[in-house]
């Protein structure tokens, strides 16, 4: 069997888990799909990848992509010859069966070369030390003379202008020289125990455990663990399990949350849901009419859909500052009527003003605004700072929030709830009828990918569909508070 060649992204897979490098190898179709969340942060990496090359004028990009490694091996020997190359953007180099493609490889002041890595996050991570690290060992036996390895960063303290993005200011540079040649020595040791590995005749067995989490998550933890069997209310269910007390119920080899003995010290919601579990009936607290009473009509349920652009995109912002693009608001008077207002930025510009107009406006002058979570909160509070103008009007919305997440927090819970309060959790249990199934977009996160995906290139009609389910997601989340809050009246 021939071993397959070892990529950087390959060897940092089979540092995390040799089962992984196995399925990336050999099996891949075994992974879950790419999804729109998943995607949206590859095309991240990429975008901010090339805009970093912007730094380094001169340079040139080597184009044969991982299907032709020879070729982009000998265009970067044919550059790092021209002496008139300030800087190489993605080199390939290979060693020892490790083919390696650098961001850019910039030609030193000092003779040899400096190796940079770009990465779409604003901070060095332990991962990131290790993929310069492997570079640096492949560059260095390939015979390069690596003088200085780092990584480049988004930059949290650049503030766009809204006029020309400053590619030297958008960007911090992490020098990795000292952290990265700690890691040298054992890396030609694991290479060698990975292809190894991969020369045997059967896949290794290894248990999922906390490493199918660690640095990455793993696309082929639904496979690896395809045959457990779970505890229907295992002890993580518990709220705010801290991990002393985790480790005392493990040491006591107790997985249920309904085998938990009478004098196992727990918080007092963590009893309720272990009350609930045992009993298998809902948990009403006595509070919660009063709790639920502590509005004034009409309510108004308001959802925030808001995305967080890793290039600033307008005036102002910083990197993945969080964008307010839609709004949803259903409004009950007090005879039970309801009404909906919508907002959805669907033109070129920034989304924040006619939003924050449109929010004013729809909020009308009283009555209680019902939201799910501090999210509304803290976006309305970021409208505010940015837009002095309208704060008055803004910050008078402040005084009305109501958060009923904090109401079913603290007063309700039902065993299939399995731990978590989050509204699509909760909803199926309250509201049976109402729920996310069938919706295009069903969670914020695809929701925030979706929106960025509509900024791009993409057809009318591909941008009217996205549009659309942005519109029914957004006012599902709404309407399900209004039913929640219903049902939880009804308790």
């Given at each position: ?19 992984k490098l196995w399925y990336d190898c050999y099996e891949r179709e075994l ?456 049902a939880l009246e009804a308790r």
């Amino acid at each position: 069997m021939t071993v397959p060649r070892l990529s950087k992204t390959r060897f940092l897979s089979g540092c995390q888990c040799h089962l992984k490098l196995w399925y990336d190898c050999y099996e891949r179709e075994l992974g879950a799909d790419v999804d729109i969340v998943t995607q949206a942060i590859f095309d991240t990496g990429h975008e901010v990848g090339r805009l970093a090359r912007q730094r380094y004028p001169g340079g040139v990009l080597v184009e044969a992509d991982h299907r032709h490694p020879q070729d982009a091996i000998a265009h970067t020997r044919a550059l790092l010859a021209d002496e008139s190359v300030p800087a190489i953007f993605e080199a390939a180099f290979e060693h020892r069966g490790v083919l390696v493609r650098v961001d850019v490889l910039e030609r030193s002041t000092r003779g040899g070369f400096n190796l940079i890595e770009v990465k779409s996050g604003t901070t060095v991570k332990t991962v990131n030390v290790h993929d310069v690290a492997v570079q640096t060992w492949v560059l260095r036996g390939a015979g390069i003379d690596v003088v200085s390895a780092g990584l480049l960063t988004l930059n949290r303290g650049y503030v766009f202008d809204g006029k020309r993005l400053d590619v030297y200011r958008l960007f911090r540079f992490h020098n990795l020289d000292d952290t990265a040649v700690q890691h040298l020595p054992w890396i030609g040791e694991d290479v060698t125990l990975l292809h190894a590995m991969l020369s045997a005749a059967q896949a290794p067995a290894v248990d999922p455990g906390d490493h199918c989490f660690e640095p990455y998550e793993c696309g082929y933890y639904d496979f690896c663990t395809r045959d457990w069997e779970y505890p229907e209310h295992p002890v993580t269910d518990l709220p705010r399990l801290r991990t002393a007390k985790l480790e005392r119920l493990e040491s006591q080899e107790i997985e249920e949350i309904g085998d938990i003995p009478d004098d196992f010290p727990l918080s007092k919601p963590q009893a309720t849901v272990r009350r609930s579990v045992i009993t298998g009936k809902e948990q009403v607290s006595p509070h919660l009419k009063e709790a639920l009473s502590q509005v004034s009509y009409p309510i108004r349920y308001l959802d925030f859909e808001s995305f967080s652009p890793a290039i600033p995109r307008y005036a102002g912002t910083r990197c993945y500052d969080a964008i307010p693009f839609q709004f949803s608001m259903h409004t009950q008077d007090e005879a039970g009527n309801v009404s909906h207002r919508e907002f959805l930025w669907t033109e070129e510009g920034d989304p924040r003003r006619p939003l924050a107009e449109a929010l004013i406006d729809a909020a009308g002058d009283g009555g209680t605004i019902c939201v799910y979570s501090g999210f509304e909160r803290t976006v309305i509070k970021a409208l505010s700072r940015e837009l002095p103008e309208l704060s008055l009007g803004l910050d008078a919305l402040l005084e009305r929030l109501w958060d009923l997440l904090k109401v079913v927090q603290g007063n309700y819970y039902h065993p299939d709830f399995h731990g978590s309060f989050s509204i699509k959790s909760v909803l199926p249990v309250l509201v049976p009828e109402m729920g996310y199934d069938g919706l295009a977009i069903a969670d914020g996160r695809e929701a925030s990918a979706a929106y960025q995906n509509s900024l791009e290139r993409v057809a009318d009609e591909e941008r009217r569909r996205i549009h659309d389910a942005l519109r029914q997601y957004c006012r599902q989340d709404t309407l399900a508070m209004l039913e929640l809050r219903r049902a939880l009246e009804a308790r």
